[in-house]
C-alpha cells in the first residue's frame, strides 16, 4: 500500500517562507509519478498550486503563486517538494500533496483524479 508522507507547514508572518515535502512509501511500480501540491482553506474548493509531469514540459504553477512558490521532485525517491516564498495571508490553508503512476501526459496534473493524497499540513499566514 502506498502512503504519502508529508512534513513541513506551520506558521509564519505575513512575506515570510516555509517549505513543505512529501514522499511516496511503499510504492514499487515502475511508472513514473506525476507529483502535484493542493490546497484548501476553510469555506473554499480544493485547488491546485504546483505540480510537475514526468511527461510534461516543465513545473506547472497557479497564477497565484507562480513567482513565489518552487515545486521540485526527486523522482529516484519518490519525493515532491514545495518552497514557499513572501508568503500572504490568503496562503493560509491546508495543504495536499498528491501523486499518481502515470505512463503518458494524460489529464491535466490539476484536474487529473489522483491514486494517492498525503495526510494534508496546515500552513499559517500571519498578516
Known amino acids: 500500500e502506498v502512503q504519502l508522507m508529508e512534513s513541513g507547514g506551520g506558521s509564519v508572518e505575513a512575506g515570510g517562507s516555509l517549505s513543505l515535502s512529501c514522499k511516496a512509501l511503499g510504492y514499487t511500480g515502475s511508472s513514473s509519478l506525476v507529483m502535484a501540491w493542493f490546497r484548501q482553506s476553510p469555506g473554499k474548493e480544493r485547488e491546485g498550486v504546483a505540480a510537475i509531469h514526468p511527461y510534461g514540459s516543465g513545473p506547472l504553477y497557479a497564477a497565484s503563486v507562480k513567482g513565489r512558490f518552487t515545486v521540485t521532485q526527486d523522482y529516484a525517491a519518490h519525493t515532491v517538494s514545495l518552497q514557499m516564498n513572501n508568503l500572504k495571508s490568503e496562503d493560509t490553508a491546508v495543504y495536499y500533496c498528491?501523486?499518481?503512476?502515470?505512463?503518458?501526459?494524460?489529464?491535466?496534473?490539476?484536474?487529473?483524479?489522483?491514486?494517492?493524497w498525503g495526510q494534508g499540513t496546515q500552513v499559517t499566514v500571519a498578516s
Open positions: 498528491a501523486e499518481d503512476a502515470v505512463c503518458m501526459y494524460g489529464a491535466y496534473p490539476f484536474l487529473r483524479r489522483y491514486s494517492y
